[in-house]
């Protein structure tokens, strides 16, 4: 079954006044329980309106969004439940670390969520190791921490609610590659200990073609496609023309392709295009 669901879901900012926008128009998704969804659109194509919707954060202008099956926009109890239910981590998330400690800032959720205090410490340790965060910084402030150390202990507040959903908005915007790389893992890693659904909304295909069992691509408020990977890649020409460059590796083989290798149009990572050209120079030789 799937986790959530949309249907006709559409949002407008302003209505009424001469800023009128429809951010999403429309939207009908279904978001399979244990995947991992990459989300990616060129900007202002309502991806942070849409995954706002999830968690009740934000209210359908029209249409519903079902959490578990269940519509909860109507419901105080269901809302705050869904809240728990439904981790969304910001762009930027460290702008959000107040606390004293790191260890209080990350302990935050799980408080609100009313557990007691031996399983809020489990968890604060747990999920700070899973970050790659060492014991001893727990009682830093968490102005004290370099940034990349501020974005996993901001990522480790919501990852110790524990939602069955993970929502990460651009999590990885404004580090050096190397920290890239790492938020990246720990997202993977978090997945596979926790078998939660997991959302990451990029810019970059690089990033999403690494990570996504399937990739959601939004253009102006609509679904442009939500598909497996290889299917998504294989309408490079399509994706560029709505401002979405292609892994490099895509366009290298595109380019190939026009000059009549006759190589198939689905390869997006590194590794499946080495075993593609393996296999073809094997046939050739
Ligand atoms: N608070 C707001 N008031 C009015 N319009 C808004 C507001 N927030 C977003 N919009 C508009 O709604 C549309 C969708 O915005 P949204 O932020 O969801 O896009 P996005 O895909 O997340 O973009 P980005 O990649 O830049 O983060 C855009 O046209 C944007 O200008
Ligand atoms: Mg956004």
Redesign the pocket.
Known sequence: MSIIKTEGLTYV??ENTP?R?V?LDNVDLEINEGEILGVI??????????IQHFNGLMKPTSGRVLVDGEDFAADKEKLRAVRFKVGLVF?YPEYQLFEETVYKDIAYGPKNMKLDEQEIDRRVRETAELVGLDPEILDKSPFELSGGQKRRAAIAGVMAMEPRVLIL??PASGLDPQGRDRIFEIIKRYHEEKGSTVLI?S?SMEDIARLADRILV?NE?KVFCCAEPPAVFSRSTELEQIGLSVPQVTRVFNALNELGFGLPQDVYTVKYAEKVLRERLEQES
């Open positions: 900012y302003g800023f926008k951010a659109g060129h900007t202002g194509s309502g991806k942070s309106t849409l762009q908005d651009e909304v810019h939004m408020g």
